[in-house]
C-alpha cells in the first residue's frame, strides 16, 4: 500500500493498492486468488487489472473469476441475486496490457483502445457450451463494469536494456512508453473517483481500514463478505465519532466564545445558536447512513444537556458576581450598624436612604447577569430581622417594599427568560426538522443519481445486445430496466 497526496485533488489522498498477480500455479490454496480479487474489488474505486501481450480468449480466461463472484461477495444481507447488485457497488474496470506489440484493428478498420477493449468482448454467436462459457465471462465483465478503460503499453525499453530496467533513467525509456504511461496516469488522476460507499458518502482513511478489518475478518472465519454488514458496522462507528466530535466542538466553541455570566439568557442564546449550528454541520459532514436518524436524534439531546450545563454555570456565576457586589456595597451599612447609628435619633432615616444608596449603585454595577434581582431579592429577606434589631416600623416598612420590588423584578425577568426559552426550543426543533428534512433529500438524490447510472448502463447494455442479435438476453434485460424504472418512480399520492 503507498498513500500519496492526490496531484490533482486538495485535501485527497491517492491509495495505491498492489496485490499478487493471478493464476500462481504455485499456490497452496485454491480460493488465495478468489478472495484476493474480491478484497480488490471491495476496496477500491478503480481497479487496474495488468496483463501482457494481448487481449485474447486465454487472457480472459484469466479474469474467469469474474463469473464467480456472486460466490464469494453479498451486497445485502438477504439478497437471492447478489450479481444483480453488482453493479451499484463495482470500482471502474482499467485493462493495462504490457508489451503490446498488435494493431488494435478490427478487420480493416482501426480502432481506439477503448473500441478494442468493447470488440473482445463483444457477445460471440453459437449455442455450443464453450460458446456459452465464453459469453457468460464476457457478459459478467460488460453487466459489472460499466466504466471500462483500457490502456495498451509497448516494451518500456529495447530487449538487450530489459535485465537493467531499474536502472534506467526517464528519458532512457522508450518516447512511445513514456506517451502512454503519461495518459494512464492522467486518466487515473483526472478520472479514478474517490471511493465513496452506497448512499454517496466518502471512504476516510479510516472507513477504508475498518472495510478491510470487517472483509478479511469475514473471509477467514469462512463467510461471504456482505457489503451491507461492512457499512452498517462502519456506520455505527463513524456516526457515534461523529456524535463525540460534534459535541466537543460545541463545547470548545461555547467555552471560547462565552463570557460568564451572560447579561442576559438572549446573549447566552445567541452563542448557543452559532455554536450549535457550527457543531450541526460538522456531524452531518462525517456521519452517514443514519436512516433512523439515531445518532441526529443522540446529539440533539447531547447539546441540549451541554446548553443546559452552560446555563446552569451562568446562573451560578451571575449568583456569585451579584452576591460579591453586593457585600462590597453592604460593608457600610455593617460598620453603622457596629457603631449604633441606627438606633440614634434619626436613625431609621438613615437607614432608609443608606438602604436606597446600595440598590441604587447595585443597579449601576455592571455584568451582574441573569440572576441579578433573584440574588438582591434573597438578600433582603435574609435582612429582613434588621427591623426588630433597629425597632423601626419604617425601616420593616421600607425592607418589605424593597423585596416586593427585587420578587417583582424577578418574576419579570423569569418570565422573559421562559419565553426566550421557549421561543428557542421552537427554533431548535424548526432547525433540526429543516437539517433532517435537506439530509433526506440529498440522501434521496444520491440514491436517484446511482439508480439512474445503473439504469443508463442497462440500457446501453440492452441496445448492445439487440445490435448484437442476442434478442433473449436482451428481452430479460428490458424486463430488469422496467423493474428499475418502477422501484424509481415516486409513489402515488391519494387525497383523501
Known amino acids: 500500500m503507498w498513500c500519496l497526496p492526490h496531484p490533482r485533488q486538495p485535501r485527497v489522498t491517492l491509495v495505491l493498492l498492489d ?27 478503480t481497479l487496474v487489472y495488468n496483463s501482457i501481450g494481448t487481449i485474447d480468449q486465454r487472457a480472459l480466461e484469466q479474469l474467469r473469476l469474474v463469473t464467480e ?64 462459457e465464453r459469453n457468460e465471462l464476457r457478459r459478467c465483465l460488460r453487466n459489472f463494469f460499466p466504466r471500462r478503460k483500457l ?81 452498517t458496522a462502519l456506520a455505527r462507528a463513524e456516526n457515534n465519532a461523529a456524535v463525540q466530535a460534534a459535541v466537543a466542538e460545541y463545547q470548545q466553541g461555547m467555552e471560547q466564545d462565552l ?33 433512523e436518524h439515531q445518532y441526529h436524534d443522540e446529539l ?22 451579584c452576591r460579591t457586589v453586593l457585600q462590597e456595597l453592604w460593608r457600610d451599612v455593617e460598620l453603622r450598624l457596629q457603631r449604633g447609628d441606627y438606633v440614634a435619633r434619626g436613625g431609621a432615616q438613615l437607614f432608609k436612604d443608606d438602604l436606597h444608596r446600595v440598590l441604587e449603585e447595585y443597579k449601576q454595577r455592571p455584568d451582574k447577569g441573569v440572576r441579578a434581582e433573584a440574588v438582591l431579592k434573597e438578600f433582603l429577606r435574609e435582612h429582613e430581622g434588621l427591623a426588630q434589631v ?16 427585587a420578587a417583582a423584578a424577578e418574576a419579570e425577568a423569569a418570565r422573559k427568560a421562559a419565553e426566550a426559552w421557549k421561543e428557542e426550543q421552537k427554533r431548535s426543533m424548526e432547525e433540526y ?15 436517484l443519481e446511482e439508480q439512474q447510472r445503473v439504469l443508463e448502463h442497462h440500457r446501453k447494455e440492452y ?17 430488469q430496466i422496467r423493474e428499475l424504472q418502477e422501484m424509481m418512480r415516486p409513489p402515488k399520492c391519494t387525497v383523501l
Open 19 to 45: 496485490t499478487e498477480g493471478l493464476g500462481d500455479p504455485n499456490k497452496d490454496d485454491d480460493h488465495s486468488d478468489a478472495w484476493i480479487f474480491t478484497l480488490a474489488l471491495l476496496l477500491s474505486s
Open 69 to 132: 463472484l456472486s460466490e464469494h461477495i453479498r451486497v445485502r444481507e438477504k439478497d437471492n441475486n447478489p450479481a444483480s447488485n453488482f453493479v451499484s457497488i463495482f470500482p471502474g474496470f482499467v485493462w493495462t496490457v504490457r508489451d503490446f506489440t498488435l494493431q488494435l484493428r478490427a478487420g480493416e478498420k482501426t480502432l481506439s483502445e477503448d473500441e478494442y477493449l468493447e470488440d473482445v468482448l463483444r457477445l460471440q454467436t453459437g449455442g455450443g457450451q464453450k460458446a456459452q
Open 151 to 231: 490502456f495498451t503499453m509497448e516494451r518500456p525499453a529495447a530487449d538487450a536494456d530489459l535485465t537493467r530496467l531499474e536502472e534506467l533513467r526517464e528519458d532512457e525509456l522508450q518516447p512511445g512508453f513514456r506517451k502512454q504511461v503519461d495518459a494512464f496516469c492522467r486518466y487515473i488522476w483526472e478520472e479514478a473517483p474517490v471511493k465513496v460507499l452506497p448512499g454517496g458518502h466518502q471512504v476516510t482513511g479510516s472507513a477504508l481500514a475498518c472495510l478491510a478489518e470487517k472483509y478479511v475478518a469475514a473471509i477467514s472465519s469462512g463467510s461471504v463478505p456482505c457489503v451491507e454488514s461492512a457499512v
Open 259 to 291: 463570557v460568564l455570566p451572560t447579561a442576559s439568557y438572549d446573549a447566552l442564546l445567541a452563542v448557543h445558536r452559532d455554536c450549535e449550528q457550527r457543531a450541526l454541520a460538522l456531524f452531518l459532514s462525517r456521519a452517514f447512513a443514519d436512516h
Open 300 to 321: 440533539v439531546h447531547k447539546l441540549e444537556a451541554a446548553k443546559e450545563e452552560f446555563c446552569q454555570r451562568n446562573k451560578e456565576a451571575s449568583e456569585q458576581r
Open 390 to 405: 433597629l425597632k423601626a416600623t419604617e425601616v420593616q416598612l421600607e425592607l418589605a417594599e424593597r423585596q416586593q420590588e
Open 433 to 447: 426538522e429543516r437539517q433532517l428534512q435537506q439530509r433526506m433529500k440529498e440522501e434521496q438524490r444520491t440514491w
Open 463 to 479: 441496445e448492445a445486445l439487440l445490435r448484437e442479435g442476442f434478442t433473449r438476453e436482451a428481452a430479460a434485460l428490458k424486463e
